[in-house]
């Protein structure tokens, strides 16, 4: 460990645990969270490592609670984050929306387990994708992103971070169980080879004619935050570029709206990332994500040694979706097969980016387990016949 | 303002903050939101007022005090003062302030905002925030209902109140809401009507001095949604009926000072205490 309590250098180590190292590296120092398999182990990670590197950590009364305490943490000036499942995660809707209107950069990580409700406490789910996308109320734009490894946790907590300051927006990592309770080889590089987006200050000092909402040329306003003198007001109404409400008619609405969808649609190719694999040659594409398309691996394999030209594109980043390239590949394949463990969600994204011409078949789970190989590979097996 | 405005005495201020066309707490204020909201005759603007007056001669660091409100219309004081300020959801101005003073205990946090708001919906924050004896000062404008959206009942809406969602009288039985503080840690709670605003003032004065979680209850007319149900016309006529009921107990037994309509309304400071803050125990345990 180095003298600022971070870790450098390769380990053996579960991915809630490599998270939590993630946002440590990242440079979160404030944690907030309520108690839930399986993503508990992340908060036990932070309230270990919070004090060693001079964060706080605080257990709060609820997920409703958790959620606004990182908010006002960031409004302190600090980088914060919660972890949460399924029921927690429901919890935290109504905040997160708070925290897209009021464009206040933090991370919520949720590890998801199988739903509705309970569930499926300790076996894994991917059934919040469309909660990650529309779970709070009123039109936005959200980013969220996918690891299917415990390195690709780490890695992708540090770019939640990253893209959360870069477009001051709360961002998802949507994790699950299996990613989460997995170990596995993670290499944490030292700080000076990670790349860390610092927060976009005023240019202008205390008095000068700051304003909270007054976007840059790319949309995203400077943040000032509580304490500098700024005397700023933050709401969660409709506001103009001061922050002042504007609730009478639609005058501000418009323009607030455009620009909070528009600061991260038109960078979206910034934002999405996404692996893909023997596409060139393919005639169906797998589309997958997080655990389900790690799992998807092997019939792939299967299936391409049948002779099968299958390709897989993996997404990395859920939301914004990546539909530009799946409109490309619609021309020219014959299908896609969407294995995730729900019962269709972003098969529904797929399918409405195909636009009828190329069919989707969905390999659906109701959660509790990956997909068992043969349940793919008679998925693509169909896909070409 | 109400009518009450009028009546306070600012005498504190720092010299040559006091002009002719300049009020004195215009510099607290953010003027190009005025006019305000609130019906005439509302409590709420006392508060506020009370508030201003007792910041300004805390000697505190301004640009260190943040307000933190949740939605109603006593959540709007957010909106009004001059300082960082931070208008959240409902029920959430705690937990929001929570995170605020622990990312950066630097800052004095205060949270103003309603009944329905701190204690209905945000209940459960405000008795672990208590309990943790997390550094804020919460101000509580109890007018015994939920003035924003019409006037229903409330946590603390007394037994047999009328109101829109209890048109045969309310039969559920209410916080005491001094009790509920003391009972969950507070380290200083005190009760004023919005009549009593020199009260009103210190003690919104000695909570802002004071280390640790400090409450003040500030019982406060809604004419427009619950003074009218119940006999009380106007702001004015709830002020004479604090007049009349109001009874000062400094000290007096927390248990013993629930609110009945029509009965007694106890007010005066109940308890203040010493006690180590969340910040101090963590310190400790580390
Ligand atoms: C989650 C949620 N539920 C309900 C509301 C509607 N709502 C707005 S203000 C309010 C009650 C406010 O009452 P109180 O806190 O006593 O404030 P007052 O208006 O009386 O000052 C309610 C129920 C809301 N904004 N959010
Ligand atoms: S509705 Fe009641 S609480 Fe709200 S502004 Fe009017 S008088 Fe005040
Ligand atoms: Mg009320």
Redesign the pocket.
């Known amino acids: 460990m180095s003298e600022k309590g971070l870790l450098t250098g390769s380990f053996f180590m579960q991915g809630d645990i490599a998270c939590a190292e993630g946002a440590i590296v990242a440079g979160c120092r404030f944690f907030a969270g309520y108690p839930i398999t399986p993503a508990t182990e992340i908060a036990q990670r932070m309230a270990e490592r919070m004090p060693q590197v001079g964060g706080t950590y605080i257990q709060m009364e609820d997920e409703l609670a958790s959620m606004n305490a990182v908010l006002g943490a960031s409004w302190a000036g600090v980088k914060a984050m919660t972890a949460t499942s399924g029921p927690g995660f429901s919890l935290m809707m ?1 905040n997160l929306g708070l925290g897209i209107m009021t464009e206040t950069p933090c991370v919520l990580v949720n590890v998801q387990r199988g739903g509705p409700s309970t569930g499926l406490p300790t076996l894994v789910g991917q059934g919040d994708m469309m909660q990650a996308r529309w779970g709070s109320h009123g039109p936005y734009e959200i980013i969220a992103l996918s690891p299917s490894s415990p390195q690709e946790l780490f890695d992708l907590t540090i770019r939640a971070f990253n893209l959360s300051e870069r477009f001051r927006t709360p961002v998802l990592v949507m994790t699950d169980a299996e990613v989460g309770h997995m170990t596995e080889k993670v290499v944490i590089p030292p700080l000076e080879e990670v790349e860390i987006v610092p927060r976009r200050r005023p240019r202008v000092p205390p008095g000068d004619g700051y304003q909270p909402y007054l976007p840059d040329e790319d949309l995203v306003p400077p943040m000032a935050v509580a304490g500098e003198g700024y005397r700023i007001h933050i709401t969660g109404l409709t506001h103009d570029e001061r922050g002042y409400p504007s609730t009478n008619d639609d005058s501000a609405q418009w323009p607030l709206i455009q620009r909070l969808v528009n600061k991260i649609r038109l960078y979206k190719d910034e934002i999405i990332e996404v692996e893909e694999l023997y596409l060139e040659d393919a005639e169906v594409v797998v589309v997958s994500y997080g655990i389900a398309a790690r799992a998807a691996m092997w019939p792939l394999e299967l299936a391409r040694r049948e002779g099968i030209r299958v390709g897989m594109l993996r997404l990395i980043t859920v939301w914004p979706f990546a539909e530009e390239r799946i409109r490309e590949l619609a021309q020219r394949v014959q299908a896609f097969v969407v294995p995730e463990i729900n019962w269709g969600q972003i098969a529904l994204e797929v399918e409405r980016c195909a636009a009828g011409r190329a069919p989707v078949y969905l390999v659906p789970h109701p959660g509790g387990d990956i997909h068992k190989p043969e349940q793919v590979l008679a998925a693509i097996r169909r896909a070409v016949t | 303002m109400s009518e009450l405005t009028g009546h306070m005495e600012v005498n504190s201020v720092e010299p040559g903050a006091v002009s002719p066309e300049r009020h004195p707490m215009d510099a607290l204020l953010r003027e190009e939101r005025l006019p305000h909201i609130w019906c005439s005759g509302c409590g ?1 603007g006392t508060a506020l007022t009370c508030f201003i007056s007792a910041l300004l001669k805390s000697g505190l660091d301004l640009d260190k005090v943040v307000v933190v409100s ?6 709007r004081v957010a909106g009004y003062v001059q300082l960082d300020s931070f208008h959240t ?3 959430r101005a705690i937990p929001f302030a929570t995170g605020l003073k622990l990312a950066n205990p630097e800052l004095k946090v205060v949270v103003f ?6 204690v ?2 945000g209940g459960n924050h405000f008795i672990h925030a208590a309990r943790r004896n997390i550094d804020m000062t919460v101000i509580c ?3 015994f ?5 019409g006037g ?1 009942h ?1 946590a ?1 809406t007394p037994v047999g109140s009328i109101t829109t969602t209890t048109p045969y009288g309310n039969y559920e039985h209410p916080f005491n809401l001094p009790y509920l503080a003391v009972a969950s840690g507070a380290v200083y709670v005190a009760r004023w009507t919005v009549l009593h605003v020199r009260r009103l003032e210190r003690a919104i004065g000695e909570a802002l001095a004071k280390r640790g979680f400090s409450f003040v209850e500030v019982i406060s007319p ?1 004419p427009t ?1 619950f003074g009218r149900r119940h006999k009380q016309r106007t702001g004015l006529d709830t002020l004479k009926y604090y007049h009349e009921k109001g009874v000062i107990r400094h000290g007096a037994d927390p248990k013993s000072v629930d609110i009945e309509l029509g009965g007694e309304i106890v007010e005066g400071k109940f308890i203040d205490i010493e006690k180590p803050t969340f910040l101090d125990c963590q310190v400790t345990a580390r």
């Open positions: 109504e | 709420i949740g939605i109603g219309c006593t959540g959801t409902h029920g905002s309603g009944d329905g708001d701190l209905t919906i404008v109890n007018n209902n939920y003035g924003m959206t229903q409330g603390t809604c949604n």
